[in-house]
């Protein structure tokens, strides 16, 4: 199975995403999509993967932080030092791998950049991470497009080497985009079937959600010692 892994897994750069980034540029679209990524420099480790493309270019490439349990069977750790927003005629993109949005201080750094379009690539298709949808765009002022897999068992082949569970469907999916301001849904979820949401987002919406609640702005301010600038580490709490 770990063989049959690697040989379906994708090299950055390589054929697979030069496709992708040929399609992008013909197009004129932005493109995020998540692989298994085979590592080119010490062939032998994968990772999870989110790829921001442009008509320009790869703009980012992340790993994910920490896979969750058995994917660890699987996939390697990422460094964190990709943690990064990308500047587009859209607005700032960036995003987090399915339970890593759950990681306060991964969401923090990209908050810190400037997110106005967040991503969230995922197997979860609960209502617990529609929540963690919701509670994001609320917390980040970002418009969030979460895109759960769609998946359905006749997708595994025949020879597929470990039992499958007795279910037609295996990921219900739940696409949908949410708005920063209330985290209300203003396209989807769409659940048992494949298909396409979409919607017209006006960044504007995220600017007055931040007016009210700024995480990383005036909403995040401690008070310090006397004098003390931005990069002061020292601890704010008062001493006796």
């Not at 998540?34 to 790869?58: A, K, M, Q, V």
């Not at 917390?139 to 037609?168: N, T």
């Not at 469907?169 to 949401?197: F, H, M, T, W």
Request: glycine share 12%.
């Amino acid at each position: 199975m770990w063989e049959r892994m690697w040989a379906s897994s994708i090299e950055v750069p390589g054929p697979a995403v030069e496709k992708l980034l040929a399609a992008c540029a013909e197009r004129q679209v932005h493109c995020a999509i998540g692989i298994n990524e085979r590592e080119i420099e010490r062939p032998g480790s994968l990772y999870n993967t989110l790829l921001l493309l442009g008509p320009d270019g790869l703009l980012i490439k992340h790993r994910k932080l920490m896979p969750t349990m058995h994917e660890r069977l699987f996939h390697g750790v990422g460094g964190g030092n990709d943690l990064d927003v990308a500047e587009t005629p859209l607005g700032r993109i960036g995003g987090l791998i399915c339970w890593e949005n759950r990681m306060p201080l991964a969401r923090y750094e990209l908050y810190r950049k400037g997110a106005q379009i967040w991503l969230a690539p995922t197997a979860d298709d609960s209502d617990g991470w529609m929540a963690t949808m919701r509670h994001i765009a609320i917390e980040s002022g970002a418009f969030v497009i979460s895109a759960p897999q769609y998946i359905e068992k006749s997708a595994f082949p025949k020879d597929f080497p470990v039992p499958l569970p007795d279910e037609e469907i295996l990921g219900r999916g739940g696409a949908a985009i949410i708005e920063p301001q209330g985290g209300s849904l203003v396209a989807g979820p769409l659940y048992d079937a494949e298909g396409i949401v979409a919607a017209d987002i006006d960044l504007k919406v995220g600017l007055h959600a931040k007016r009210w609640f700024d995480v990383v702005g005036h909403y995040s301010r401690i008070p310090g010692p006397a004098g003390a600038g931005e990069d002061d580490l020292s601890d704010p709490r008062p001493t006796d």
